[in-house]
């Protein structure tokens, strides 16, 4: 996936291969419950409106997601547009799921851990975090780098002993050194959903922010 637009799209979405021993953490899994992974499912609609603030530069764009039927509708720059989630038959249509991709992993990551197959993981009982040098516990996932919009991408986890992440690190296509490291921060219950509704750099140059968050039964 290319970077569009004020570091945008930076995470990837995968459906295929298997975990590291073929089953997942179970260390994955408790962070994915912490967020609520088990109510999930009661969810039928998600919205939310993705917000990059890079020094003077503002860009936002508005989602909703029906799940029974995975439609979304895209809300860019006062155009809206309905399409069905995974549909990349046309450029436009990659290019929207894309996006959508990105978006939704910065807000329900934790999920993924537990819903997606595609990544190995490595695990540190304890580790100092890079922005708060905090000591955290530390999760490296790593995609496979065959499927999705950004194959082969790494991150690292730092979470507190009730499995909330505080901090990571992005790789991109697993570089040593990270190409972006942001907080995890002010942290609000939706339906049982945990969301962290912003992600600063150490610099302040870079916020990734929430608003408008909604998670319909």
Same mark, same amino acid.
């Given at each position: 996936?290319?970077?569009?637009?004020?570091?945008?799209?930076?995470?990837?979405?995968?459906?295929?291969?298997?975990?590291?021993?073929?089953?997942?953490?179970?260390?994955?899994?408790?962070?994915?419950?912490?967020?609520?992974?088990?109510?999930?499912?009661?969810?039928?609609?998600?919205? /939310? @409106?993705?917000?990059?603030?890079? !020094?003077?530069?503002?860009?936002?764009? &508005?989602?909703?997601? +029906?799940? *029974?039927?995975?439609?979304?509708?895209?809300?860019?720059k006062g155009k809206s547009t309905s399409?069905?989630?995974?549909?990349?038959?046309?450029?436009?249509?990659?290019?929207?799921?894309?996006?959508?991709?990105?978006?939704?992993?910065?807000?329900?990551?934790?999920?993924?851990?537990?819903?997606?197959?595609?990544?190995?993981?490595?695990?540190?009982?304890?580790?100092?975090?890079?922005?708060?040098?905090?000591?955290?516990?530390?999760?490296?996932?790593?995609?496979?780098?065959?499927?999705? /919009? @950004?194959?082969?991408?790494?991150? !690292?986890?730092?979470?507190?002993?009730? &499995?909330?992440?505080? +901090?990571? *690190?992005?790789?991109?296509?697993?570089?040593?050194?990270?190409?972006?490291?942001?907080?995890?921060?002010?942290?609000?219950?939706?339906?049982?959903?945990?969301?962290?509704?912003?992600?600063?750099?150490?610099?302040?140059?870079?916020?990734?922010?929430?608003?408008?968050?909604?998670?319909?039964?």
């Amino acid at each position: 996936m290319r970077i569009i637009i004020l570091f945008i799209c930076i995470i990837s979405i995968q459906i295929s291969c298997t975990s590291h021993g073929n089953e997942k953490s179970s260390d994955l899994l408790a962070v994915a419950k912490a967020y609520g992974s088990e109510d999930f499912d009661k969810i039928k609609t998600v919205e /939310f @409106t993705f917000n990059v603030q890079r !020094d003077t530069a503002h860009t936002a764009r &508005h989602w909703k997601w +029906e799940r *029974a039927t995975n439609m979304i509708t895209s809300t860019d720059k006062g155009k809206s547009t309905s399409f069905k989630r995974y549909d990349t038959s046309t450029a436009e249509l990659k290019e929207l799921n894309s996006k959508f991709t990105n978006d939704e992993y910065w807000l329900l990551f934790p999920l993924h851990l537990k819903w997606d197959n595609g990544y190995t993981f490595s695990k540190n009982d304890t580790a100092t975090a890079p922005l708060s040098s905090q000591k955290y516990h530390k999760y490296t996932v790593k995609y496979n780098d065959k499927d999705g /919009f @950004t194959p082969g991408d790494m991150y !690292d986890l730092y979470t507190d002993q009730s &499995h909330v992440v505080r +901090e990571w *690190a992005f790789h991109k296509k697993a570089s040593p050194d990270p190409s972006l490291i942001t907080t995890w921060e002010d942290y609000q219950d939706f339906a049982g959903i945990k969301i962290a509704k912003d992600h600063k750099t150490k610099d302040g140059k870079f916020r990734l922010y929430f608003t408008d968050v909604r998670m319909g039964k």
